[in-house]
């Protein structure tokens, strides 16, 4: 991710002067912009705080600065900067989760997971919140980033590499859900890192006679209102699934669009329900636990059919 | 002649804490370089100077000891092992399904941990709540914090540094683990020098010691509290990764099966389970 990310910032940072990059020792992100442009790369050592600050700083000069930090730390410690500095501010931020989305870092300790990134950066007012599931994605997110006005932050998971189908790539919209997979029953809703477990279960539940349809709702902010409402006419259920509290984040974004549009339509939301993961594992053994995984989306879908 | 005895059984079980972070290494990805910085400081706190009970890990009358550089856990865990907490078997289950051994320090699981860290800029703020509760209950515990270096960017740090030499919290000590590598060279990335003037000019009693000097780090622990009416800090300056070639200067290692048993065998503690004691 660091790569294609860097690779994609240096060719953005040629066409347009006001792009640069602050580090907070994550500096991989930005070894290719230094190298092309010493002067626009910046390295603030292990201060978020600080980080978000100097990134509004920068762009109350007219400058379009990308801020990298650790998913979890870069959406908690500064979330008032964020708020303020950026969203109230109405700078043109964009700030990057550049390790650690979801429950990637799993056995190594709560601290360590980002179960709230989609939460906290939903609540800044004109925040748009974009979750990448691969390379094409992370480099289309990049430079919609560069390219719209307003603050953005695109949360680069690293957990599904070279993960969507080749037809799937030739679309990408903020605010627009790609259809992975068409079916009527049920809609599985999902992002990032939980892609592969929405169409792992999409195969199951087909044997079972399930025909299941997958939504990557890349953009969690704007929520794609018009793909969640196609999905509540048309199949009878819809599961989300997000390495996140249920609170929030993909499963709330979801929930709220189909509540205040009356849908009726049921939904199940698969994540962590209100709890941290605390339990020493492998990754595979943390997302099995907390019912991250296709099983437990095939489990939902079947206790209720 | 007792004293030399002393420090050289001190040394020995700084050099079990190294194995024991080797093994870890041997097994999954671990934070090799800021463990091996810190294992002489532990060896000293665990086996000289903090009071605490391993059979009744939460006593009211222990010395808290908050890991705040929470991802060296691996030194930690093999203090704590070492230590009575629980067997030294148990290390090598790091990260496997529901061990007590976790990645970041993580006081749910782990036995003697007081603090779940792994965030950095934690562990001064809480060391500063714990020293006032402590005054509150006019008791005597000691609170000490280990911060990393690269830690000390987060200005959380220096809002406690504050707080502590302000409410002259006597019991409170910072340890700063000064390796002078974080992911990259500190002092490239974002200077902290002059340090120890920094810690001065907030108004900690200071001293800047050799962090592998064991008599040194026994002699420093023994003098605390350096001044009356003021919290102590200790510059240890060490060397990231020490006593493990293929670990100077590294953030994290994974070794394979003979790079573990060299390493082990750097250390003098090659062989087997590297014995126990
Ligand atoms: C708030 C926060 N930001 C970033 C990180 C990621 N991180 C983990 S260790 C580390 C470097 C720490 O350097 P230092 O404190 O000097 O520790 P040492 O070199 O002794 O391991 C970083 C940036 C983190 N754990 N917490």
Known sequence: MAKWFGDVLVELARQDPRICGVSCDCWGFLGALAAAFPERAVEIGIAEQNLIGVA???????????????NPFVTMRCFEQIRTDVGYGCRNVKVVGGYGGGIGYAGWGCTHHA?????????????????????????????????????????L??????????????TFHVGKAVTLREGSDVTIVAVGPTLPDAMTAAEILTRKGVSAR??????????????????????RLIVTIEEHTVIGGLGGAVGEVLAEAGAGTPLKRLGLQDVFACMVGRYEDVRERF??????VVEAVMRQA | MARDERIAELEEKARRIRAHVVRIAGMSDCHTGGSLSIADMLAGLYFHTLRVDPGLPGWEGRDYFILSKGHCVPALDAALAMRGFFPEDALTTHLQLDSIISGHACARVTPGIDVSTGSLGHGLSIGVGLALGVRMDG???????????????????????????????EGLVAIVDRNMYQTGPTEEMMALEPLADKWRAFGWATRVID????????????ALPFEKG??????????????????????????DEAQTATMLAELGQGGGEGGRN
């Not at chain 1, 997958?214 to 199949?235: G, S």
């Not at chain 2, 406690?160 to 002259?168: D, I, R, S, V």
């Open chain 1, 115 to 155: 179960m709230e990134e989609m939460a906290l950066m939903r609540l800044v007012p004109t925040m748009t919140v974009v979750m990448p599931a691969d390379a094409y994605e992370t480099e289309m997110a990049t430079r919609a980033a560069a390219t719209t006005e307003g603050p953005f932050y695109i949360s």
């Open chain 1, 291 to 296: 019912g991250i995984s296709a099983n437990a």
């Open chain 1, 56 to 70: 509004a700083g920068l762009a109350a000069r007219g400058k379009t600065p990308f801020a990298i930090g650790m």
């Open chain 1, 157 to 170: 998971s690293g957990a599904t590499m070279a993960f969507m189908p080749p037809e799937a790539r030739r």
């Open chain 2, 230 to 255: 003021r919290p102590s800090a200790i510059v240890s300056r060490t060397e990231k990764g020490h006593g493990v070639s293929m670990s100077i200067h590294q953030h994290m290692n994974r070794f």
């Open chain 1, 214 to 235: 997958v939504l990557n709702m890349h953009t969690v902010k704007p929520a794609d209102r018009e793909a969640i409402l196609a999905a509540a006419r048309q199949t």
């Open chain 2, 211 to 222: 962090g592998h000097d064991m008599a040194q780090i026994v002699e420093t622990l023994d």
């Open chain 2, 139 to 169: 008791a005597a515990n000691r609170v000490f914090v280990m911060i990393g270096d690269g830690e000390l960017q987060e200005g959380s740090n220096w809002e406690a540094a504050m707080a502590g030499a302000h409410h002259k919290l």
